[in-house]
């Protein structure tokens, strides 16, 4: 550089892109190795904590035992156990605190998983007290059962001295010498002030009985007004339950009656649909508005489900606010979406059949009410002698038989509508079959035009306006007029009033 060697300036600039690339990987070397220590700090810190609640676990059971000795040894060598066991955690709390202010250091450093540090803390606190509180306890415990037991030791001492002497004082030995007799009385004598030294004891005895009986009964006490509070306290409890409980009982019951008023009147509604005036177009538009909205009211059904499970979750097997369930407004509802879908289905079935097979609007009408009238339970179909008692007001002459003997004509007809035999016609079922009854003389298109041709003078390829109108209903003639190309002779000249009768047969039959 200082002897102005080639290039100087492209030197410089490398050696700074060096010299900053080399700083910033030592930068990035250093911040990595801070986060490694962080790290390998968090971990060492999890693994102490771990250790220290292994050690906590292990004490607990031994503090949590219920053996508080069946005799006055017993008892005192379990006292001196877990006086041994208290000097302990005395000597381990300085390890338990050292922890504590590790962790406590960590998360002021906002290190990484702060928030895991201080939800063990918290753990790792209630633990600890959890302990010592369990260790309090024991040695209370052992305390009272060491009272105990001295007293029953000295009960049982006592009792024995009773009856030792008892058997001197009731002998009838009182002597038949004066050298026998007045060594009685030294015995006796002797006796005397043993018993004063006993009764004193015996005194001390009763009076610790009646301490301990004491102890005891306020002990029970004491319990037995912990008991009452935490039954206080869980009848609350209970009783906010019961009350949250009903309110979502009269929620769901609210949400459930509405719901079924709602598909009620819908299904009223919607079986009232077959006795409106108007074309088919705009029944088939008033049904799948109809469909419309019962398919919005998935929604509300989503609610009640939704209230339904939450009353499951709850335990609530009972509802005195309502009669219906989840599964049967779902079924309902289900019932009410397949009975728009099948009324729409059959609309567009009687607009296709009267467009094609030249049925009139009120022929298929007059099929629906009486479909609609024999069917009282508005399930959307009838029974076999319901179709029968259909037919029949229809115009059918079907024979009467008596019951069990065969009907062979309705039989057929059967065969046709129901031929699975389920004990059913359904709505789109008997439509088929009526509109299939009416357009049974129509076999071909050679007939249509057979039938044209008769209407046309002189057996012309072509039908005039107006003997359409001289031999169909108005109705017919609209129709046949409206879809009718006018007729071209054979050059290509349009006839006034005149019909192609042959192209509109082929075509209707075509599609």
């Known amino acids: 550089m200082t002897s102005s060697a080639f290039d100087t300036s492209q030197v410089k600039d490398k050696r700074e892109t060096i010299n900053g690339r080399f700083q910033r990987i030592k930068s990035m070397a250093a911040a990595r ?28 059971l031994l503090v949590s035992s219920e053996d508080y000795g069946r005799d006055l040894t017993g008892v005192q060598n379990l006292r001196k156990k877990h006086k041994r066991l208290e000097a302990e955690l005395a000597a381990h709390e300085p390890a338990i605190q050292g922890v504590l202010d590790t962790g406590k250091k960590l998360s002021d450093d906002n290190t990484i998983g702060k928030e895991e540090i201080q939800q ?48 001197l004082v009731a002998s009838e030995d009182y ?17 005397e002030t043993d018993f004063t030294v006993h009764k004193d004891r015996v005194n001390d005895v009763c009076t610790n009985g009646e301490d301990l009986i004491k102890k005891a009964l306020e002990e029970t006490w004491r319990n037995l007004q912990k008991i009452i509070k935490e039954r206080e306290l869980e009848l609350q409890k209970e009783q906010r339950r019961q009350e949250e409980n009903d309110k979502l ?7 459930a009656n509405a719901f079924h008023q709602w598909i009620q009147e819908t299904r009223y509604s919607v079986s009232c649909m077959v006795e409106e005036s108007g074309t088919l177009e705009s029944q088939l538009e008033a049904t799948k508005r109809k469909h419309q909205e019962i398919r919005a009211m998935r929604s509300q059904l989503k609610k009640i489900e939704d209230l339904g499970a939450a009353m499951e979750e709850a335990l609530i097997l009972d509802n ?16 009410l979406d397949q009975l728009g879908m099948r009324m729409q289905h059959n609309l567009e079935q009687q607009i296709q059949a009267r467009n094609t097979t030249g049925v009139t609007e009120e022929a298929l009408k007059e099929f629906s009410m009486m479909f609609k009238h024999f069917d009282k339970d508005k399930s959307g179909r009838l029974n076999h002698q319901e179709f029968k008692s259909c037919l029949r007001s229809l115009g059918y002459d079907l024979p009467m038989v008596e019951e069990g003997e065969p009907d062979p004509e309705f039989e057929s007809i059967l065969d046709t509508v129901d031929p699975n035999r389920d004990g059913h016609v359904s709505l789109q079922e008997y439509m088929a079959f009526m509109i299939s009854r009416e357009t049974e003389n129509v076999k071909s298109s050679e007939e249509i035009e057979s039938a ?6 002189e057996g012309k390829p072509y039908v005039t306006k107006e003997e359409l109108y001289q031999n169909l209903t108005q109705e017919q003639a609209d129709y046949c007029i409206s879809h009718m190309k006018p007729y071209m002779d054979g050059k290509g000249r349009e006839l006034p009033s005149a019909y192609d009768y042959i192209e509109f047969t082929r075509s209707l039959f075509v599609n």
């Open 33 to 60: 190795r801070a986060k490694l220590n962080e790290s390998h700090r968090l971990h060492q810190f999890f693994r102490d904590m771990d250790d220290e609640e292994s050690w906590i676990k292990e004490k607990k």
């Open 120 to 167: 063990r803390l918290a753990q790792f606190v209630d633990h600890w007290k959890e302990l010592k509180q369990l260790a309090a306890a024991r040695g209370q415990r052992l305390e009272e059962s060491l009272e105990y037991q001295q007293f029953v030791a000295n009960v049982e001492e006592e009792e024995a001295w009773i009856n030792e002497k008892m058997t």
């Open 175 to 191: 002597g038949d010498t004066l050298a026998a007799i007045q060594g009685l009385l030294k015995k006796h004598e002797a006796f």
């Open 249 to 255: 009982r009269q929620e769901f019951a609210q949400h």
């Open 320 to 335: 005195k606010y309502t009669e219906h369930s989840t599964v049967g407004l779902a079924q309902q509802w289900d019932q």
């Open 452 to 457: 044209f041709r008769a209407l046309s003078s």
